[in-house]
C-alpha cells in the first residue's frame, strides 16, 4: 500500500488507519488540511476492489473537501473517511459505534458526516460514541431532517441559476432546456426545484423508477443514460458520476451550460479548459455542491436552517467572481476555483 507516492497525495496533514476485528471495521481517515478549522468530511462506505483503490479515493475526497469548504466560507478544514465493506450487507450498529471510536482517537481534528452508503441512522450511532459527528438531526428545527441532499440541491440550483445570469444576462428558467443525469437523492430535489422555476427537463437514470416518477412529477422527456450528456439541452446537470466531462462527452455536447451536483465532473483538468475553448460556461462542481456541508455545520452549531440557506445563497457571489476572473484572465473556471480556494485557505505554492 502506498500514501505519500499516490497520485492523489497533496501534502495531507494526517492519514490514519483503524481495524476493529470483532465488528469488521477496516477504515481509512485522511485530514488534508486545517489551516481555516478542523476537517470535515463523509464517511463513504463502498466495496472497493483493493486497498489501494480505497486510499487513493480517500486522498482525493479528503482533498476536494478542503477546497469546497474554503470557497463556502465555513470555518473548516478538510477530511474524508472511507469504510470498505458492503453498505447493503456489512453494515451494524457495532460497525459503525466502533467508527465513532476510531473518529474519537483523531482527537476533534476530524468530524465525520455521512456520505455515500452511509445515513443518518448510521451517524447517530457513530455519535454515541464521539461528539465529532455531523449530519445529526436534534428535532430543534422541523424544517430539518438530517439529510443534506436537498440543501446540496439549493445550492446547485443557485449556482446554475448564476450561470445562466452569467452567460445569458437572465435568470429566468421558464422554458430553459436542462439535462439532469442521475436521479438520486440531490438530482431528483434538483428536479422539483427546477421545474418549479419552470424549467424543461430531460432526464436519465439507471433506476427506471426514478426516471418514471420524474416523467409523471415534472413532465421530464426521459432518455437513455448513453444520450443523456448530448440531449439537445441548454443546461447539463451532471448529478451521478464523476469523470463524465471528456474528451468523448466534449465532441458531442450541445449544452453551453453545465451546472450539476456530481463531485469531480472533469476527468482531468484539461478538459475544462477544453470547454473554455468550446465556449460552455463551466460551474465548478465543488463550488455549487456545497450546500450539504454548509448544513453539517449550522446543524452542528445550532443554527436554524433559515440561516442554512442564507449562507447557501451566498454560493451565487461566489460563482460570479470566479466566473468574472476567468473571463478576464482567459482561463477555465476550474483553475480559477482552485486558485481562489487556496487563497482562502491559505496554500502557498512553491514557483516552478
Same mark, same amino acid.
Request: charged share 20%.
Given at each position: ?8 497525495? #497533496? ?55 478542503? $477546497? ?15 469504510i470498505?465493506? #458492503? ?23 476530524y ?6 452508503g452511509?445515513s443518518?441512522?448510521d ?7 464521539? &461528539? ?21 440541491? $439549493? ?11 452569467? &452567460? ?15 436521479l438520486g437523492?440531490?438530482? $431528483? ?15 436519465? #437514470? ?18 437513455s443514460v ?7 439541452? #441548454? ?5 451521478a ?12 455536447? &450541445? ?5 450539476g ?25 465543488y ?14 452549531e ?24 476567468? &473571463? ?17 485557505f ?7
Open positions: 500500500m502506498n500514501v505519500f507516492s499516490d497520485t492523489a497525495f #497533496d501534502g495531507h496533514e494526517q492519514v490514519v488507519f483503524a481495524n476493529d476485528k470483532a465488528t469488521g471495521l477496516k477504515t481509512i481517515i485522511a485530514v488534508h488540511n486545517t489551516n481555516l478549522g478542523p476537517s470535515l468530511g463523509g464517511c463513504r462506505m463502498w466495496p472497493y476492489a483493493s486497498e489501494q483503490e480505497a486510499i487513493h479515493d480517500v486522498l482525493r475526497l479528503s482533498r476536494g473537501m478542503t $477546497y469546497k469548504s474554503a470557497l463556502a466560507n465555513l470555518p473548516l478544514g478538510g477530511g474524508k473517511s472511507v470498505i465493506g #458492503d453498505p447493503r450487507s456489512q453494515k451494524t450498529p457495532e460497525l459503525f459505534r466502533a467508527m465513532g471510536r476510531a473518529v474519537e482517537q483523531v482527537g476533534g481534528r468530524i465525520v458526516a455521512e456520505d455515500v452511509t443518518p441512522e451517524m447517530e450511532q457513530i455519535a454515541s460514541q464521539t &461528539k465529532h459527528v455531523g449530519g445529526i438531526n436534534d428535532g430543534s428545527d422541523p424544517a430539518r431532517t438530517g439529510d443534506p441532499s436537498p440543501f446540496t440541491a $439549493y445550492g446547485v440550483f443557485i449556482g446554475l441559476k448564476e450561470a445562466v445570469r452569467f &452567460k445569458l444576462g437572465t435568470d429566468n428558467l421558464t422554458g430553459m432546456r436542462v439535462a439532469v443525469q442521475g437523492h440531490v438530482g $431528483y430535489h434538483l428536479c422539483r426545484m427546477l421545474h418549479e422555476a419552470g424549467a424543461k427537463l430531460i432526464v436519465a #437514470d439507471l433506476n427506471n423508477n426514478s426516471v418514471a416518477a420524474a416523467v409523471n412529477e415534472f413532465g421530464a422527456k426521459a432518455v448513453e444520450d443523456i450528456l448530448a440531449a439537445d439541452a #441548454d443546461i447539463l446537470a451532471p448529478c458520476l464523476g469523470g463524465i466531462i471528456n474528451d468523448r462527452s466534449i465532441d458531442t455536447l &450541445k449544452a453551453g451550460i453545465i451546472a451536483a456530481s463531485n469531480n465532473q472533469l476527468q482531468h483538468d484539461r478538459h475544462g479548459e477544453m470547454l473554455r475553448e468550446k465556449g460552455v460556461l463551466y460551474a465548478p462542481d463550488v455549487i455542491n456545497a450546500g450539504g456541508v454548509v448544513e453539517v455545520h449550522y446543524c452542528r445550532g443554527k436554524s436552517v433559515a440561516e442554512t440557506n442564507k449562507h447557501i445563497e451566498g454560493i451565487a457571489s461566489t460563482v460570479r467572481e470566479i466566473f468574472e476572473r476567468a &473571463k478576464q484572465q482567459n482561463l477555465s473556471t476550474g483553475f480559477v476555483a482552485d486558485r481562489l480556494a487556496e487563497e482562502r491559505g496554500l502557498i505554492r512553491k514557483a516552478a
